[in-house]
């Protein structure tokens, strides 16, 4: 078909506009954002006096992550047949409960995508939250035996706040990715 562009080289967005893709979905923003985090907080927990070992570290550790969840987005993509630049942007378009996709195979590559998130949830319930809770609120035990009350309170707020983030966040999510996959089903019949 001449003047049809190619789907890896234009993607059209929920309204029909064109869209190359969010400067931040691309992999080295990614490895940038984990790396900035990562020296961040080592920094704030070790002081500055640590931060060629610290900024050594952050490296290896963006380099790891980012290898992982690119890894991931292009297994996603591969599962529910879509290019690996269109995951994050599925994605979003579920976490903010936005509006369905007018393109049946979008549609259909989406609630793929919804199931595969849905089952790894499922899979995954039954020891990510008690792994959670056991390294984010036992942790600040150990602070309290080794003598560092400050540390271990702080750890503990942290573990507390992070935990409840979690849970929320969890059930927000599955509800959008129900509501989508409804929205989806009714208006295309993918069952």
Same mark, same amino acid.
Not at 4 to 15: F, H, I, W
Not at 39 to 45: C, E, M, P
Not at 165 to 183: E, K
């Given at each position: 078909?001449?003047?049809?562009? @190619?789907? =890896?080289?234009?993607?059209?967005? *929920?309204?029909?506009? @064109?869209?190359? %893709?969010?400067?931040?979905?691309?992999? !080295?923003?990614?490895? $940038?954002?984990?790396?900035?985090?990562?020296?961040?907080?080592?920094?704030?927990?070790? %002081? !500055?006096?640590?931060?060629?070992?610290?900024?050594?570290?952050?490296?290896?550790? *963006?380099?790891?992550?980012?290898?992982?969840?690119?890894?991931?987005?292009?297994?996603?993509?591969?599962?529910?047949?879509? /290019?690996?630049?269109?995951?994050?942007?599925? /994605? @979003?378009?579920? =976490?903010?409960?936005?509006?369905?996709?007018?393109?049946? =195979? /979008?549609?259909?590559?989406?609630?793929?995508?919804?199931?595969?998130?849905?089952?790894? $949830?499922?899979?995954?319930?039954?020891?990510?939250?008690?792994?959670?809770?056991?390294?984010?609120?036992?942790?600040?035990?150990? !602070? &309290? =035996?080794?003598?560092?009350?400050?540390?271990?309170?702080?750890?503990?707020? &942290? %573990?507390?706040?992070?935990?409840? !983030?979690?849970?929320?966040?969890?059930?927000?999510?599955?509800?959008?990715?129900?509501?989508?996959?409804?929205?989806? /089903?009714?208006?295309?019949?993918?069952?």
């Amino acid at each position: 078909m001449r003047g049809t562009p @190619r789907v =890896a080289e234009v993607v059209m967005g *929920a309204k029909g506009q @064109r869209s190359y %893709g969010r400067w931040q979905d691309r992999w !080295w923003v990614l490895g $940038l954002m984990l790396l900035i985090v990562w020296v961040g907080i080592r920094l704030a927990l070790n %002081g !500055w006096s640590s931060w060629p070992g610290i900024l050594i570290g952050g490296i290896f550790y *963006a380099a790891f992550m980012t290898w992982f969840l690119m890894r991931r987005r292009r297994k996603d993509a591969r599962a529910v047949g879509t /290019e690996p630049d269109r995951v994050p942007e599925m /994605e @979003r378009r579920i =976490a903010r409960n936005g509006e369905a996709p007018d393109d049946p =195979a /979008e549609q259909e590559a989406m609630v793929r995508l919804i199931r595969r998130r849905e089952e790894k $949830l499922r899979r995954s319930r039954r020891w990510a939250f008690p792994l959670l809770g056991l390294i984010f609120i036992g942790t600040p035990f150990l !602070w &309290f =035996a080794s003598g560092n009350v400050p540390a271990g309170l702080w750890m503990l707020g &942290f %573990g507390v706040v992070f935990m409840g !983030w979690m849970i929320w966040f969890n059930r927000r999510f599955v509800r959008r990715m129900a509501a989508m996959r409804q929205r989806i /089903e009714g208006v295309g019949g993918y069952a």
